[in-house]
């Protein structure tokens, strides 16, 4: 069964670090494409960050490069993103999701989901 699970999230102060983990199952990881989006509330859901499984591209949003670094560990299946001098803005539910293709921005255009993980930064 094709499945993503969060871990790594909590609460942190503005300037700290997070690590976000996803685990992948292994028919899940052997698709194309790995992302974060999050979901702050009231606001609609956002790319963060994608790392292609081929040469392991990675693409970010302006608002968390040189911040934000996502990386895979295909030995065990495994997406990080390591999160470095956090934001109060960078408050919201992080998720995980996975696409068979190259990389995309669009929320619609994965299909497979992990259950989230909150982040919360304090100021």
């Known amino acids: 069964q094709a499945r993503l699970i969060e871990s790594g999230g909590g609460l942190v102060q503005a300037g700290g670090s997070l690590r976000l983990s996803c685990v992948a199952s292994?028919?899940?990881?052997?698709?194309?494409?790995m992302a974060w989006f999050r979901q702050a509330p009231g606001k609609e859901r956002e790319f963060v960050a994608s790392?292609?499984?081929?040469?392991?591209?990675?693409f970010y949003t302006d608002s968390v490069k040189g911040r934000f670094t996502i990386s895979r560990d295909d030995a065990i299946s495994t997406v990080y993103l390591q999160m470095n001098d956090v934001k109060p803005w960078d408050t919201a539910i992080y998720y995980c999701?996975?696409?068979?293709?190259?990389?995309?921005?669009?929320?619609?255009?994965?299909?497979?989901w992990g259950q989230g993980t909150q982040v919360t930064v304090s100021s």
């Open positions: 292994e028919r899940t990881f052997s698709r194309d494409t």
């Open positions: 999701a996975a696409r068979g293709g190259g990389n995309s921005v669009k929320v619609e255009d994965y299909d497979l």
């Open positions: 790392v292609t499984r081929v040469i392991a591209l990675t």
